[in-house]
């Protein structure tokens, strides 16, 4: 046990400090940290060995890799980075795939004086810098393989990584008590499990800085004064429902005058006054009593949050209801966007915006939710619709008020309900951050465990919108606090056709097929093994054992140039199934439910495919679904992502529709693969999957991604390079064909993605 005196005064100046404790020593097995001062004490830090362990890097090495470029029609790639033994011991370094097969591989190496400059490395370590080219192939994994005298180690080279070196220099150079000050917000926003993975990252220097991000797409005067004599030719009355309670002054009154800046001018401001004292009704009274559009209803009692708003509710006589809480704010063009979009299509019914938070003196403005257009299976999944909301008055009539014994989650109840009621035809989203949600030690959106029965309120919410629909599944809380998971609950267990192309590479065909045999709890399927040009005879002699062996594998010869498209058409017309499970032959079931999960969803009538969660062999996220327009056509998201990081707004975790998903692993109905014509022959190799599905879409069919089925992909060689005048030809004219035949999405954007975030990274970053 050892302690340390720090002395100083707390001005934000001398009192840093860093400990060193050599976790290597045996006989440590705790590692605690604890402040004390003027007799008391405070537990800073508490973790076991078992704890420390897991965080501990072992690598006898530091590395990083900072450049890797792949010329698909060259098939070739560059890895340029760094690579530095930190106990002396030499070192030799080369390049293998997922198989352990070293490509043709030019390799030179470098001395590195910025490094030394740096402070990273000693002068007589400065030749530590590499510049690796190498034979390639695209959708292939290949790893840097350190070796030594203690065997090898190989590193995935898909997603660059930074050093624990200069990750901590990266730190130290871009710390000031401005950037301290931006990591305690954060931590105090996203809480310390996404603090912590953000650490790993290091600073961004792209990162947009969202509050410069929203003042440049704030209305300017010249704007608000078009707005306001805009000549609509439908304008409906808005009446803005709220119910307060013991509302402290300065959020009282900044949530009233932001309703009355609004450019649409047609609204009505009802508060139903539940507070303990007479504040509220009192500052009301005095400051706005003369204006008609302001009403306020001091109640006898508190009803309670639903009971409250359904007080304001039946204050409102507009055409419109929408949903205010009394400690927030609205951007001045929020009701005027939504009227806009009310005129462009008179038929729509309930309209919801984008949103973020703010600090409790509104001078901070944080943690932007860019939202999809409507996402009924992610709504399921969370309230993502939340703020800002207005529903037409008639679907109110329709549905009923708010419900008392969903208090906490009556908005998600509310809205479950009013989306039934309109239809998603009928459901428009706003793109834009029209609302301000005001966090402080009281609110749901600052602390989240401050109303745990909300989430309770929430899952019994999601469960009622089930049962609704005679939809037979069980909704339960998942391991975030405001996100749930659905179960259905098979009625039948229908014949899957898992439809497999394969050449050669038995060994991953094995692996593949062998999870599936083991682990998998459903046991109703077939194997349509689509054999495409094998070369090795140990390939047919595997086939001949399988279907010996195995009576559900059955094994059917392509004799065509290979054609992804093609082959599983092919297989698909030799299927017997109502379900067809087109699978990679590289990759590896995880769960024992997977095929049930996928099922569940699929089985649905309004879903016409779902994707699963694929993990690359190092446990980060390979597809989590498929943006269009993400790289030029279309991208998964989220690559790279640690497994156990739930992405943006969890949506890593969440299930959700998109408009693709990848068919290294997707379940697809068999009336529906019919009905689109499967798959399209004109795309031999790239995007036949992402053309599948916008068919699948186009027939009126959602696309599902489901996180909890889960597989590992190992992406090995399975057919030769691009490489060849023909194939870079065929290539383009691939994209040509997405372009011309997807054109309008490509234009306008993914309904399932949101126009204010990149489509040059996966991670729903903001776009600058």
Known sequence: MSSKQLKGKTNGEGIGFSLYVPLSVPEITTLALQANCAGQSDDLLDRKKSQLDKIMDTLPFDYQLEIYLQDVNKGRTNAVGWLLSLDGTALSLSVVDSQGREPKTDKQFVVRKDLVEAGIVDEDHQTCGFNLSFDSEPHTQYYLRVSGPEGHTDLPMAHPKQSRISLVRSYLGAMSQENVRKAMDYLKENGVRQFMTRLKYGPNPNAVNYDEWRLSKLPNEQTLKAQRETQFEYTPKISIIVAAFNTPVPYLKDMIDTVRDQSYTHWQLCIADGSTDDTVQNYVHDHYGSEEKIVLKRRAENYGIAGNMNEAMKMADGDFIALYDHDDTLTPDALFEFVKAYNEDPSLEVFYSDEDKMNSDATKYFQPNFKPDFNIDLLCSNNYICHFFMVK????????????????????????????????????????????????????????????????????????????????????????????????????????????????????????????????????????????????????????????????????????????????????????????????????????????????????????????????????????????????????????????????????????????????????????????????????????????????????????????????????????????????????????????????????????????????????????
């Not at 998942?478 to 267990?493: A, E, F, N, P, V």
Request: glycine share 6%.
């Open 393 to 768: 008055k008639s679907i109110i009539d329709q549905v009923g008020m708010f419900r008392k014994e969903y208090d906490g989650a009556q908005d998600y109840d509310f809205i479950l309900r009013c989306c039934e009621a309109a239809g998603p035809e009928h459901i428009h989203h706003v793109p834009k951050v029209l609302y301000h949600w005001r966090t402080h030690e009281q609110s749901t959106s600052s602390n989240p465990e401050s109303k745990m029965y909300a989430f309770d309120a929430g899952t019994r919410a999601v469960q009622a919108h089930y049962d609704r629909m005679h939809i037979k599944a069980v909704a339960s809380k998942s391991d975030w606090l405001g996100w749930y998971r659905t179960k259905y609950i098979l009625q039948s267990h229908p014949l899957i056709s898992i439809i497999i192309p394969n050449k050669d590479h038995t060994d991953d065909l094995d692996r593949c097929i062998q999870s599936i045999e083991k682990k998998s709890a459903y046991k109703n399927y077939e194997y349509i093994i689509v054999e495409n040009n094998s070369t090795d005879p140990a390939t047919f002699d595997y086939y001949h054992q399988l279907e010996a062996s195995n009576p559900k594998a059955h094994v059917v010869y392509w004799q065509d140039a290979f054609n992804y498209s093609a082959l599983n058409n092919f297989g698909a017309a030799h299927a017997k199934g109502d379900y067809f499970l087109l699978l990679n032959n590289d990759t590896e079931l995880i769960n024992s439910d997977c095929l049930e999960e996928m099922l569940g969803y699929c089985m649905r009538e309004d879903v016409g495919a779902v994707g699963a969660r694929l993990l690359y062999p190092d446990d980060t996220v390979q597809h989590a679904g498929v943006i269009i327009g993400i790289g030029g056509i279309a991208g998964h998201t989220f690559i790279g992502l640690e497994k156990d990081d739930p992405g943006y707004f969890n949506y890593a975790m969440s299930a959700r529709d998109y408009s693709a998903v990848t068919a290294a692993c997707m379940l697809v109905k068999r009336s529906v693969y019919e009905e689109v014509g499967g798959f399209n022959e004109q795309l031999a190799v790239a995007f036949n999957d992402v053309d599948f599905c916008l068919k699948i879409r186009e027939a009126g069919y959602l696309i599902v991604y489901d996180p909890y089925a889960q597989l590992y992909h190992y992406e090995s060689k399975s057919r030769g390079m691009e490489d060849t005048p023909e194939k870079v030809q065929r290539f383009n004219n691939e994209i040509k064909t997405i372009e011309n035949r997807w054109h309008d999405i490509l234009e306008k954007g993914d309904p399932c993605y949101n126009p204010n975030l990149t489509l040059e990274r996966s991670d729903f970053s903001l776009k600058k």
